[in-house]
Each structure stands twice: as C-alpha cells, then as structure tokens.
C-alpha cells in the first residue's frame, strides 16, 4: 500500500485543432485501456465545452515519479499505444502539448459531492 501523500499527477495540457474534436476524442477514448494497463491512475482526459474550444487536459497519477518513469517504459513497448501516439502523428489533430507534474493535496484528492469526513 502506497501513502497518498507522496502521489503525483501528470497534467497534459493539449492544444487541439478545433475541428478535429472528434479524433482527439477517439485518441482520450483508447487511453483509457491502455494507461491503466501500463501503471497509470488514469483520472480522465477532458474536451473543450465551452469558451476555448482548442485546449483539452488529460490528468494521470502516479504514486511516485519512479512509477511514472515504469510506466513510461511500458508505454513504450504497448503495441496500442504505440498505434495511438501513430495515428495522433498522421492524423494532426494534436498541435502542442505540455506536461507538468503536480504534488497531490491528500485532502482535496478524488472528494465526492456530498461526503464529509
């Protein structure tokens, strides 16, 4: 068992070609077999709804930057992921993506509406 306190999450921030939603939307879709299968918390991936409509987040824990660099490794060697990071390349709908790596606030972490401790 893994202390939340030292968790981290990795947030992609993704400018997106707005008329290609959709494809980008197919590509957040297959990540969620494949990060998970490779070691990833995967917490979700999230579309443009209203306002900027070419900015979308994707946000994935980790218990430790070790475990991110694991599951990096696996990613590498995932056929479906290396045929999701293909057809993100040949299809362009990816523009520019930037990653940071955030400490979790163990209190504030995945709190559902309505529940108090």
């Not at 008329?19 to 979700?44: H, T, V």
């Not at 990071?85 to 520019?96: C, K, R, W």
Request: hydrophobic share 35%; aromatic share 14%.
């Amino acid at each position: 068992m893994h202390n939340d306190n030292q968790k981290i999450t990795c947030f992609i921030q993704y400018k997106i070609n707005p008329f290609k939603i959709k494809e980008f939307e197919q590509y957040a879709k297959n990540w969620g077999e494949i990060i998970p299968r490779c070691g990833g918390d995967l917490l979700g991936y999230f579309l443009p709804h209203e306002s900027t409509n070419d900015i979308a987040y994707g946000l994935i824990s980790f218990n430790s930057l070790a475990d991110y660099e694991n599951y990096r490794a696996r990613l590498k060697n995932d056929d479906k992921g290396f045929a999701n990071f293909s057809m993100a390349q040949a299809q362009q709908f990816i523009i520019e993506e930037n990653r940071s790596f955030l400490k979790i606030i163990p209190q504030t972490y995945k709190q559902a509406a309505g529940v108090v401790k």
